[in-house]
């Protein structure tokens, strides 16, 4: 599963910090990264590390939101700054894992989503 947090309100502006730590069943993360919603719009990546650890981001967030990870490669990280009010939006943590089946070796692939955190950025 994934546990994201860090959502919250902010001036425009400011800065704010996503996290979101995986867990359970998981051989190995193939792909792992951030998506947001805002209201009657459909869902788009912010932030992606790709599968070989490319980063990808989209030019809307370029040059203000920055993707990281821990050494464990586990839980990622969102960090935006200068932030704008169209990036008021629920943020995902997203990942594309291979399960660990009962002998220890990649299982099911799977995509999995967190619950979701709100980010609020007044003008």
């Known amino acids: 599963q994934l546990q994201a947090s860090g959502g919250g309100f902010v001036e425009a502006g400011g800065s704010l910090r996503l996290s979101c730590a995986a867990s359970g069943n998981i051989f190995r993360i193939i792909r792992m990264g951030w998506y947001r919603q805002a209201p009657g719009m459909q869902r788009e990546p912010v932030a992606i590390?790709?599968?070989?650890?490319?980063?990808e981001y989209p030019d809307s967030v370029k040059g203000r939101f920055t993707i990281s990870k821990t050494d464990a490669k586990d839980t990622i990280f969102l960090q935006g700054n200068g932030l704008k009010p169209e990036d008021t939006a629920v943020y995902y943590c997203?990942?594309?894992?291979?399960?660990?089946?009962?002998?220890?070796?990649?299982?099911?692939?799977?995509?999995?989503w967190g619950q979701g955190t709100l980010v609020t950025v007044s003008s």
């Open positions: 590390f790709s599968e070989g650890g490319r980063i």
């Open positions: 997203n990942a594309a894992v291979f399960t660990s089946n009962d002998l220890g070796e990649p299982g099911e692939y799977l995509t999995i």
